[in-house]
């Protein structure tokens, strides 16, 4: 079993930049691949970004490349989201999983609760 927790989350302004973080409970936390999603209003969650166990591979969304960047600490238990550049439509819940290495929700067995990130034009 993992246990997820995000944080990080807030307002932000256009062009503005946040750092989301979720610390995972649990020993097994360096075997699994993580990734964060999110899910904005009246809309399907989408995947934004994985990591492997090592943090040797990393897979980002076409729409976040370049601006946002995954990153973890095993040590620590936690992986992180760098997110800059942010744009009003980047405006969503943000999840992080637990599971396998991939860009599918269903490749993921553990869900944090979700953060807030809004980001006003």
């Known amino acids: 079993q993992v246990q997820l927790v995000e944080s990080g989350g807030g307002l932000v302004q256009a062009g503005g930049s946040l750092r989301l973080s979720c610390a995972a409970s649990?020993?097994?936390?360096?075997?699994?691949?993580m990734g964060w999603f999110r899910q904005a209003p009246g809309k399907e969650r989408e995947f934004v970004a994985t990591?492997?166990?090592?943090?040797?591979?990393?897979y980002y969304a076409r729409s976040v490349e370049g601006r946002f960047t995954i990153s973890r600490d095993n040590a620590k238990n936690t992986v992180y989201l760098q997110m800059n550049s942010l744009k009003p439509e980047d405006t969503a819940v943000y999840y992080c999983?637990?599971?396998?290495?991939?860009?599918?929700?269903?490749?993921?067995?553990?869900w944090g609760q979700g953060t807030q990130v809004t980001v006003s034009s």
């Open positions: 649990g020993r097994t936390f360096s075997s699994y691949a």
């Open positions: 990591i492997s166990w090592s943090g040797g591979s990393t």
């Open positions: 999983a637990a599971g396998v290495y991939g860009n599918l929700m269903r490749e993921y067995d553990y």
